[in-house]
Protein backbone atom coordinates (compact mmCIF):
# COMPACT_ATOMS: atom_id res chain seq x y z
CA UNK A 1 0.00 0.00 0.00
CA UNK A 2 2.66 2.39 1.26
CA UNK A 3 4.47 1.83 -2.18
CA UNK A 4 1.61 2.77 -4.61
CA UNK A 5 0.59 5.74 -2.67
CA UNK A 6 4.05 6.88 -3.00
CA UNK A 7 3.76 6.46 -6.91
CA UNK A 8 0.57 8.11 -6.65
CA UNK A 9 2.27 11.03 -4.92
CA UNK A 10 5.06 11.04 -7.68
CA UNK A 11 2.57 11.02 -10.49
CA UNK A 12 1.07 14.11 -8.63
CA UNK A 13 4.00 15.98 -8.20
CA UNK A 14 5.21 15.41 -12.34
CA UNK A 15 1.47 16.12 -13.29
CA UNK A 16 1.86 19.58 -11.08
CA UNK A 17 4.94 20.62 -12.85
CA UNK A 18 3.61 20.10 -16.10
CA UNK A 19 0.40 22.33 -15.51
CA UNK A 20 2.21 24.80 -14.01
CA UNK A 21 5.40 24.81 -15.29
CA UNK A 22 8.12 24.62 -12.00
CA UNK A 23 7.53 24.95 -8.21
CA UNK A 24 9.20 24.51 -4.88
CA UNK A 25 9.08 21.71 -2.55
CA UNK A 26 6.74 24.06 -0.39
CA UNK A 27 4.40 24.71 -2.45
CA UNK A 28 4.14 21.13 -3.79
CA UNK A 29 3.55 20.00 -0.30
CA UNK A 30 1.05 22.73 0.40
CA UNK A 31 -0.74 22.10 -2.80
CA UNK A 32 -0.62 17.97 -2.44
CA UNK A 33 -1.47 18.28 1.51
CA UNK A 34 2.11 16.06 1.97
CA UNK A 35 4.73 16.66 4.62
CA UNK A 36 7.87 18.69 3.66
CA UNK A 37 10.12 15.37 4.04
CA UNK A 38 8.17 13.37 1.93
CA UNK A 39 7.67 15.89 -0.49
CA UNK A 40 11.57 15.99 -0.37
CA UNK A 41 11.84 12.20 -0.53
CA UNK A 42 10.01 11.75 -3.30
CA UNK A 43 11.58 15.10 -5.57
CA UNK A 44 14.90 13.12 -5.11
CA UNK A 45 13.88 10.15 -6.15
CA UNK A 46 12.46 11.47 -9.31
CA UNK A 47 15.36 13.48 -9.75
CA UNK A 48 17.74 10.30 -9.33
CA UNK A 49 15.33 9.10 -12.40
CA UNK A 50 15.85 12.53 -14.19
CA UNK A 51 12.15 13.31 -14.48
CA UNK A 52 12.44 16.46 -13.26
CA UNK A 53 15.69 19.14 -12.19
CA UNK A 54 15.72 22.29 -10.26
CA UNK A 55 17.35 25.26 -12.08
CA UNK A 56 17.43 28.21 -9.43
CA UNK A 57 16.66 28.88 -5.97
CA UNK A 58 13.93 31.10 -4.24
CA UNK A 59 14.30 32.37 -1.05
CA UNK A 60 11.81 31.23 1.64
CA UNK A 61 11.39 32.66 5.18
CA UNK A 62 14.88 34.47 6.45
CA UNK A 63 16.56 34.02 2.85
CA UNK A 64 16.51 30.01 2.94
CA UNK A 65 16.68 29.21 -0.69
CA UNK A 66 14.81 26.35 -2.09
CA UNK A 67 14.83 24.68 -5.06
CA UNK A 68 12.20 25.26 -7.64
CA UNK A 69 11.87 22.29 -9.69
CA UNK A 70 10.82 21.49 -13.24
CA UNK A 71 9.86 18.52 -15.65
CA UNK A 72 12.86 17.43 -17.90
CA UNK A 73 11.91 15.98 -21.08
CA UNK A 74 12.73 12.21 -19.56
CA UNK A 75 9.73 13.90 -17.24
CA UNK A 76 7.65 15.18 -19.98
CA UNK A 77 7.67 12.18 -21.99
CA UNK A 78 6.80 9.75 -19.06
CA UNK A 79 3.57 11.76 -18.57
CA UNK A 80 2.71 11.74 -22.33
CA UNK A 81 3.56 7.36 -22.46
CA UNK A 82 1.39 6.69 -19.31
CA UNK A 83 -2.12 5.35 -19.06
CA UNK A 84 -3.81 8.32 -18.38
CA UNK A 85 -2.47 10.23 -21.00
CA UNK A 86 -2.65 7.49 -23.32
CA UNK A 87 -0.40 8.01 -26.72
CA UNK A 88 0.29 4.32 -27.79
CA UNK A 89 -1.22 4.45 -31.08
CA UNK A 90 0.77 7.91 -31.85
CA UNK A 91 4.03 6.09 -33.18
CA UNK A 92 1.55 3.94 -35.50
CA UNK A 93 0.15 7.06 -36.82
CA UNK A 94 3.57 8.40 -37.92
CA UNK A 95 4.41 5.72 -39.40
CA UNK A 96 1.02 5.18 -41.23
CA UNK A 97 1.07 8.92 -42.53
CA UNK A 98 5.13 8.76 -43.39
CA UNK A 99 3.58 5.60 -45.24
CA UNK A 100 0.74 7.25 -47.01
CA UNK A 101 3.27 10.22 -48.04
CA UNK A 102 5.16 8.14 -49.88
CA UNK A 103 2.85 6.14 -51.67
CA UNK A 104 0.60 9.49 -52.27
CA UNK A 105 2.53 12.40 -52.00
CA UNK A 106 2.55 15.31 -49.39
CA UNK A 107 -0.07 17.17 -50.63
CA UNK A 108 -2.52 14.42 -51.12
CA UNK A 109 -1.57 13.63 -47.21
CA UNK A 110 -2.16 17.36 -46.41
CA UNK A 111 -5.26 17.11 -48.44
CA UNK A 112 -6.99 14.23 -46.10
CA UNK A 113 -5.69 15.71 -42.95
CA UNK A 114 -7.61 18.68 -43.83
CA UNK A 115 -10.67 16.47 -44.90
CA UNK A 116 -10.18 14.73 -41.24
CA UNK A 117 -10.45 18.03 -39.27
CA UNK A 118 -13.22 19.32 -41.14
CA UNK A 119 -15.10 16.32 -40.52
CA UNK A 120 -13.44 16.31 -36.41
CA UNK A 121 -14.75 20.13 -36.29
CA UNK A 122 -18.30 18.84 -37.44
CA UNK A 123 -18.44 16.46 -34.62
CA UNK A 124 -17.52 18.80 -32.11
CA UNK A 125 -19.66 21.67 -33.04
CA UNK A 126 -22.89 19.12 -32.89
CA UNK A 127 -21.73 18.10 -29.09
CA UNK A 128 -21.14 21.39 -28.01
CA UNK A 129 -24.38 23.04 -28.81
CA UNK A 130 -25.50 26.42 -28.81
CA UNK A 131 -25.50 27.31 -25.32
CA UNK A 132 -23.89 30.65 -23.94
CA UNK A 133 -19.81 31.18 -24.93
CA UNK A 134 -18.90 29.30 -21.70
CA UNK A 135 -20.84 26.67 -22.14
CA UNK A 136 -19.55 25.97 -25.45
CA UNK A 137 -15.88 26.34 -24.42
CA UNK A 138 -16.69 24.18 -21.08
CA UNK A 139 -17.96 21.53 -23.92
CA UNK A 140 -15.14 21.64 -25.82
CA UNK A 141 -12.83 21.20 -22.77
CA UNK A 142 -14.52 18.54 -21.97
CA UNK A 143 -14.24 16.82 -25.23
CA UNK A 144 -10.11 17.65 -25.25
CA UNK A 145 -9.91 15.89 -22.23
CA UNK A 146 -12.10 12.62 -23.19
CA UNK A 147 -9.25 12.51 -26.15
CA UNK A 148 -6.93 12.31 -23.78
CA UNK A 149 -5.51 16.12 -23.70
CA UNK A 150 -5.26 18.07 -20.36
CA UNK A 151 -7.22 20.66 -21.09
CA UNK A 152 -8.78 23.56 -18.94
CA UNK A 153 -10.10 27.00 -19.53
CA UNK A 154 -11.22 30.57 -17.68
CA UNK A 155 -12.24 33.82 -18.16
CA UNK A 156 -10.41 37.09 -18.88
CA UNK A 157 -11.06 40.06 -18.02
CA UNK A 158 -11.80 43.31 -20.46
CA UNK A 159 -9.10 45.70 -19.97
CA UNK A 160 -10.12 49.30 -19.68
CA UNK A 161 -9.21 50.73 -23.22
CA UNK A 162 -12.09 48.78 -24.60
CA UNK A 163 -14.81 50.18 -21.75
CA UNK A 164 -16.28 52.59 -24.15
CA UNK A 165 -17.45 49.13 -26.37
CA UNK A 166 -19.33 46.25 -25.62
CA UNK A 167 -16.30 43.98 -25.21
CA UNK A 168 -17.57 40.16 -25.81
CA UNK A 169 -16.46 37.17 -23.26
CA UNK A 170 -13.22 36.20 -23.61
CA UNK A 171 -11.16 32.68 -22.68
CA UNK A 172 -8.20 31.27 -22.51
CA UNK A 173 -8.26 27.69 -23.51
CA UNK A 174 -4.89 25.15 -22.27
CA UNK A 175 -3.75 22.23 -23.21
CA UNK A 176 -1.05 20.77 -20.51
CA UNK A 177 -0.44 17.67 -23.02
CA UNK A 178 -1.00 17.37 -26.22
CA UNK A 179 -2.42 13.43 -27.13
CA UNK A 180 -1.38 14.00 -30.63
CA UNK A 181 2.24 15.17 -29.85
CA UNK A 182 4.09 12.64 -31.72
CA UNK A 183 2.12 13.39 -34.96
CA UNK A 184 2.60 17.16 -34.62
CA UNK A 185 5.87 16.91 -34.86
CA UNK A 186 6.42 14.68 -37.68
CA UNK A 187 3.64 16.91 -39.36
CA UNK A 188 2.94 20.03 -38.06
CA UNK A 189 0.57 21.40 -40.11
CA UNK A 190 -2.14 19.36 -38.26
CA UNK A 191 -1.49 22.26 -35.50
CA UNK A 192 -2.65 24.81 -38.03
CA UNK A 193 -5.83 22.42 -38.63
CA UNK A 194 -6.36 22.07 -35.08
CA UNK A 195 -6.76 26.47 -34.69
CA UNK A 196 -8.83 26.29 -37.74
CA UNK A 197 -10.86 23.59 -36.03
CA UNK A 198 -11.78 25.92 -32.84
CA UNK A 199 -12.23 28.32 -34.94
CA UNK A 200 -15.19 26.54 -37.27
CA UNK A 201 -16.70 24.98 -33.82
CA UNK A 202 -16.72 28.36 -32.23
CA UNK A 203 -17.82 30.76 -35.49
CA UNK A 204 -19.32 33.61 -33.62
CA UNK A 205 -15.59 34.14 -31.85
CA UNK A 206 -11.93 34.75 -33.13
CA UNK A 207 -9.29 32.19 -31.52
CA UNK A 208 -6.00 33.13 -31.60
CA UNK A 209 -2.72 30.88 -30.43
CA UNK A 210 -1.28 32.08 -27.36
CA UNK A 211 1.28 29.10 -26.55
CA UNK A 212 2.94 26.22 -28.68
CA UNK A 213 4.36 22.91 -27.61
CA UNK A 214 6.10 22.49 -30.52
CA UNK A 215 7.55 25.75 -30.06
CA UNK A 216 9.04 24.52 -27.16
CA UNK A 217 6.50 26.35 -24.64
CA UNK A 218 4.74 23.73 -21.65
CA UNK A 219 1.92 24.24 -22.97
CA UNK A 220 -0.21 24.84 -26.42
CA UNK A 221 -3.05 28.42 -25.32
CA UNK A 222 -5.79 29.41 -27.36
CA UNK A 223 -7.64 32.84 -26.68
CA UNK A 224 -11.32 32.30 -27.38
CA UNK A 225 -13.19 35.69 -28.06
CA UNK A 226 -16.37 37.07 -28.70
CA UNK A 227 -16.51 38.82 -31.31
CA UNK A 228 -17.07 43.16 -30.80
CA UNK A 229 -20.19 44.74 -30.97
CA UNK A 230 -20.59 48.14 -31.01
CA UNK A 231 -22.89 50.31 -28.62
CA UNK A 232 -25.65 51.78 -30.78
Known amino acids: MATTHQSSTKQEILEYLLKHSQAT ?28 FYSSTAQAGMGRPQHIYQLSRQGRDRLHRSDRFGDSYGEFAVSLLDTLAETV ?25 NGSLKQRVENLVELRKAEGFMAEYHSVEADEENSAKILGDRFILVEHHCAISNVAESFPSICGHELEMFAAVLPDCTVERT ?22
Open 25 to 52: AFELSEILNVSPQAIRRHLKDLEAEELI
Open 105 to 129: GHDKVKSILQKQWERKAQEYRDRVG
Open 211 to 232: HWIINGEHRCGYLVQARKQERN
